[in-house]
């Protein structure tokens, strides 16, 4: 597979096996990737930055602080860039800070910087890899997304034998043609419509009626639908997150302008997933000016409310051969809960996810989940980050609309 126009970072940290990383540069080069490399200072003892910035064609990143003070968010935007960042190899000591979200050099602090997929490739000393520390690092790394590229058996540098040696060009460009060639354009002219974040319910002017979503799981969907392939239209409410490639983007505040905008487009729609947070209640009679203190009495103030919109009912309703996906964020008797939306509601899946779960919370960049389906089926998710919880929930919804 051709890897032309793929952005991809390379990775290189302290570790004998450093040199082979100037042979993956070469090879992604040839097929065709834009690569970029991120070494770690003692990487540079291993190979030189200039013999990776020859077979890059690009500048090597060094330092948290380069000398020219207008690229100090440099890791900001070529996070945004990136299809894949590769660590390759990746000392323990590596390892460790990126499962435990250390942020003291370049490389590091990219690597929390990153929206795309994470691949990493442990190369070091039988004894350092087989220890329970790194172990419990990697099997951190792989809960919350990253792809974990086993290293070879064999006779180390120390004299040892046994596993820990970095994999050879033909294995490592496989995991990563694979990465790609597993969802690349599988989603491909498909229109997908996602909704995320909150709605905001005005009271007043200055006040409304709300709740904790961030947005986060939403735009991921969104993202990932994008570089599958597929046509993408995001309504979002009031959120602080930058428009992933390629997602057409609508912007909304309350849940009847939601509501409105999903309903006249999802009838050109194949899979809708509706991961907002939509406001269940609004105040019934808002006010066209700030509420004053003194226009409450002393025992505070009464605000009716009504129901909004149902907008996941809304297209259960007129979905015809749509996929619908809808989320059930409950916090008791969640599975009953849950069950009773996906068959009230019409959907053909529904993620269910508890907010008090550890590793769930409100704004966090990973999520626990259970799938359940309109056939019976219940999947239950671990701990893994909200973007690849993404690429699974487009899984089961393309695999429904086959």
Partial sequence: MTLRGKHIIVGVTGSIAAYKSALLVRELVKAGAEVR???????????????????????VVLDMFPQDRAKGTWHIHLGMWADLMIVAPASANTIAKLAHGMADNALT?????VRCPLMVAPAMDTDMYVHVATQENIAILRRRGASIIEPESG?????????????DMPVLMNAI???FESRAGDLAGV?????AGPTHEAIDPVRYIGNHSSGKMGFAIAEAAARRGAAVTLVSGPVALATPPGVDRI??????????????????????????AVADFAPARPSDQKIKKSEANTDGMRIDLRRTPDILRSLGERKGGMVLVGFALETENEHANAERKLREKNADMIVLNNP?????????????ATLIFADGRVEELPLMAKSALADIILDRALALRR
């Fill in 155 to 167: 006779e180390l540098a120390s004299g040892l034998v046994g596993p820990g040696r970095l994999p």
């Fill in 177 to 179: 043609t694979t990465h």
């Fill in 109 to 113: 602090s990219l690597a929390l910087a």
């Fill in 356 to 368: 008090r779960v550890e590793g769930a919370a409100f704004g966090g960049d990973t999520n626990v």
């Fill in 37 to 59: 490399v991120i070494m770690t200072p003692s990487a540079c003892e291993f190979i030189t930055p200039l013999t990776l910035a020859t077979l890059s064609q690009a500048d």
């Fill in 191 to 195: 229109p997908v419509l996602v909704t």
């Fill in 251 to 276: 912007d909304v505040g309350s849940a009847e302008q939601m509501h409105a905008a999903v309903m006249q487009r999802f009838e050109e729609q194949r899979i809708c997933v509706l991961s907002a």
